[in-house]
């Protein structure tokens, strides 16, 4: 989709549909007719509460084939994550009907928002259906002054790069092996301009990455770790040096500690941190920012076979850790602790994960908020910071000293399951224990990566949560 500022005004623009966004007792400007917003509201039909549309065609006066009223709930409330919602509510809606080019006054709003969710909106995992079941919109004109312009580059960055990472994670295990993965990382690092280097089997034994290799050794399918490295042009002021780490298990079975098979077709999703963090890093390219970046992509397939990880065994970590495997389903933390090792090995003074850890955490946190986990308030705070700028909305979870006895094991240094009770928090605590004093948060990512149902701005399926977050971090750094 074509996303362009345009000087015109909403009686001149032609476009298929010229979209205002009125809020709750607002009035309209003067060419809108006056007679049809009264109607309107003595109908109850549209009062500018969130989520409401109205449509008028071959308004008289106007350019536009349609002229759009949209509801934008209270002003005082309508921030850049309500205008990106109310903007993708429109583009969903309106693309239904056949549009293909939307207008939308900007009015003081914020452009990038607003070019994230005409692009966000545009979105749909359809790539293997042979018919699209949707039609798309065209172009999405923005009537707003030409200086805005760099943030609307920001936010058609932002929103490519996570629409860049949606496309994977929607990707079935079949066609999206480790393999593949890391295939798509090195195509996109050449692509983007960033260092690329990918770690097989041969290397990561050499490293002495037991922990991720017992995992991978069920599978057919090859192991890797990609790490891909963004620097900076100018030499940068600090010693920081942010690392991204992002599970990439692109097909959970559960190992021997087999999964039901009921929903097991959704563990595709599994590298969905993975993915957010090689859509940072294909944003971060492109932005720029004034910190070196690496990200670190653990990529395996969880699988069943006379070769697999048995239940009990004990494996040796990069760090020496020895673990003994409980549950093979826990397999997550297992490859992300020898990459979060080797993070810290390539001098990362700073540490994030994102990751669709745990089950437990959607049954914390439901389907809105990301479970957060940090060794560090400054580094959290920071994290939530960008979080918070760029409408990912996380919930700090505790990590207290008390829940690190949970993963106590009479034969190795560590067990890697904690129990049933605070799963995520054990779960985050695992990791915790191989960041050590890095500044480090962990982002649970397992009820927000994908979603359940079509929301009005956004389709069903992969959301791309933590892209944006991640590419903000290093931006505000
Ligand atoms: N990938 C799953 C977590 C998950 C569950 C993600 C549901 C998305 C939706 C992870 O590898 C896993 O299997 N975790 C186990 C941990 C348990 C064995 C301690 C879980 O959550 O059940
Ligand atoms: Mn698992
Ligand atoms: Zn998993």
Not at 331 to 351: K, N
Not at 414 to 443: K, M, Q, Y
């Amino acid at each position: 989709m074509n996303v362009q500022i345009s000087n015109q005004t909403l009686g001149r623009v032609e476009a298929d549909a010229a979209c205002l966004l009125l809020c709750e007792d607002e009035v309209a400007p003067a060419e809108v007719h006056a007679g049809w917003l009264a109607e309107l509201k003595t109908s109850g039909e549209f009062t500018g509460k969130s989520g409401e549309m109205a449509i008028a065609h071959l308004p008289a006066g106007f350019a536009a084939k349609r002229l759009v009223l949209i509801g934008g709930g209270k002003r005082e409330q309508f921030d850049g994550a309500a205008l990106r919602k109310a903007v993708g509510g429109a583009v969903r809606a309106l693309k239904a009907k056949g549009v293909k080019s939307l207008a939308w006054v900007l009015d003081g709003g914020d452009a990038e928002a607003a070019a994230e969710g005409a692009l966000l909106a545009n979105f749909e995992p359809d790539h293997h259906k042979s018919k699209k079941e949707s039609k798309a919109l065209e172009t999405f004109l923005l009537l707003a002054d030409a200086s805005l312009q760099p943030a609307v580059d920001r936010g058609v960055i932002l929103a490519e790069s996570q629409n860049f990472t949606r496309e994977l994670v929607n990707e079935p295990g079949n066609l999206l092996t480790p393999g593949v993965l890391a295939a798509r990382a090195r195509e996109m690092a050449a692509e983007a301009g960033l260092e690329c280097d990918i770690l097989d089997q041969d290397r990561m034994k050499q490293l002495g990455m037991g922990s991720l290799l017992g995992v991978a050794q069920g599978s057919v399918e090859p192991p890797y770790l990609i790490v891909l490295r963004y620097t900076p042009a100018a030499a940068p002021k600090s010693k920081d040096h942010l690392g991204l780490v992002g599970k990439g298990v692109t097909f959970d079975t559960g190992g021997v500690s087999i999964k039901p098979s009921e929903g097991m077709e959704k563990m595709k999703y599994d590298m969905a941190g993975g993915a957010a963090v090689l859509g940072a890093m294909r944003a971060i390219a492109q932005l720029k920012p004034s910190i070196p970046v690496t990200a670190l992509i653990p990529t395996v397939e969880n699988h069943v076979s006379g070769k697999a990880q048995r239940p009990g065994d004990i494996v040796t970590s990069m760090a020496g850790k020895t673990i003994e495997v409980l549950n093979t389903d826990a397999e997550g933390r297992l490859i992300l602790v020898d990459a979060i090792t080797y993070a810290q090995r390539l001098g990362c003074t700073h540490l994030v994960d994102a990751a669709t850890l745990t089950g437990a955490i959607v049954v914390a946190l439901g389907y809105v908020h990301i479970g957060a986990f940090t060794n560090n308030d400054a580094m959290m705070a920071r994290v939530a910071a960008a979080g918070k700028a760029e409408g990912e909305k996380m919930w700090q979870m505790p990590l207290d000293d008390e829940y690190r006895d949970l993963l106590k094991s009479p034969f190795a240094d560590l067990a890697n399951i904690g129990g049933r009770w605070g799963g995520s928090i054990s779960a985050a605590w695992f990791l915790r224990e191989f960041a050590g004093d890095t500044p480090w948060v962990h982002l649970d990512i397992a009820g927000t990566a994908w979603l359940e149902e079509n929301k009005p701005f956004m389709a069903k399926g992969p959301s791309g949560i933590a892209v944006r977050t991640f590419a903000r971090l290093a931006l505000d750094w």
